[in-house]
C-alpha cells in the first residue's frame, strides 16, 4: 500500500511553514519589517513579530545541528537564537496582557488608563525584540545560504 504524506501532525505543519517562509523571504532583505508593517494594531504588530521568531527558530534548530555548515555559523545562530528568546518570551507575555485587559475594558471591568499602560509596555517590548529578531533571521539565512 502506497504511503501518502499528509499535514497532519504539528511537526510535517510547522516544517511546511518554515520551508515556506524560508522560500519567500530568503531572496529578500533580512528584515522583518514585512510582517510588523502589515500589521494594524499593537498586537497584531508583536504578533508578527513572534511569528517570525518562532519560524526562523524552527529553521535554526536545523542549521546548528547541520555539521556542514561552519562552526561559526552555527555559533551566530545559537548565539541570536540565545539572546532573542528571553525578550520574545517578554513580548508574548505582554501581548497576552494587553489583549486580556483590551477584552477587559470592553467588558467594563478594567479601566482605559490600564490598557494605556499594558500598551505602552507592549510597545516596549516591540522596540527590544525587533533588532533580536533581525539579528536571529540574518544568522539563520547567512546559514542557510
Same mark, same amino acid.
Given at each position: 500500500?502506497?504511503?501518502?504524506?499528509?499535514?497532519?501532525?504539528?511537526?510535517?505543519?510547522?516544517?511546511?511553514?518554515?520551508?515556506?517562509?524560508?522560500?519567500?523571504?530568503?531572496?529578500?532583505?533580512?528584515?522583518?519589517?514585512?510582517?510588523?508593517?502589515?500589521?494594524?494594531?499593537?498586537?497584531?504588530?508583536? !504578533?508578527?513579530?513572534?511569528?517570525? !521568531?518562532?519560524?526562523?527558530?524552527?529553521?535554526?534548530?536545523?542549521?546548528?545541528?547541520?555539521?556542514?555548515?561552519?562552526?561559526?555559523?552555527?555559533?551566530?545562530?545559537?548565539?541570536?537564537?540565545?539572546?532573542?528568546?528571553?525578550?520574545?518570551?517578554?513580548?508574548?507575555?505582554?501581548?497576552?496582557?494587553?489583549?486580556?485587559?483590551?477584552?477587559?475594558?470592553?467588558?467594563?471591568?478594567?479601566?482605559?488608563?490600564?490598557?494605556?499602560?499594558?500598551?505602552?509596555?507592549?510597545?516596549?517590548?516591540?522596540?527590544?525584540?525587533?533588532?533580536?529578531?533581525?539579528?536571529?533571521?540574518?544568522?539563520?539565512?547567512?546559514?542557510?545560504?
Amino acid at each position: 500500500m502506497k504511503k501518502v504524506f499528509r499535514f497532519t501532525s504539528p511537526r510535517y505543519r510547522r516544517a511546511f511553514l518554515a520551508l515556506a517562509l524560508v522560500a519567500f523571504t530568503l531572496p529578500g532583505c533580512a528584515t522583518i519589517s514585512g510582517p510588523v508593517e502589515a500589521a494594524e494594531t499593537v498586537e497584531q504588530k508583536a !504578533f508578527a513579530i513572534y511569528g517570525t !521568531f518562532v519560524v526562523f527558530e524552527e529553521i535554526a534548530v536545523g542549521v546548528v545541528q547541520n555539521p556542514q555548515i561552519p562552526r561559526d555559523l552555527r555559533q551566530a545562530v545559537q548565539n541570536a537564537d540565545r539572546t532573542a528568546k528571553p525578550v520574545v518570551d517578554g513580548l508574548l507575555d505582554a501581548t497576552l496582557e494587553a489583549q486580556t485587559i483590551r477584552v477587559q475594558v470592553e467588558a467594563g471591568t478594567n479601566t482605559v488608563e490600564r490598557l494605556a499602560i499594558v500598551t505602552a509596555n507592549l510597545e516596549d517590548w516591540i522596540d527590544r525584540a525587533i533588532p533580536v529578531v533581525s539579528n536571529l533571521t540574518r544568522a539563520v539565512r547567512t546559514g542557510v545560504r
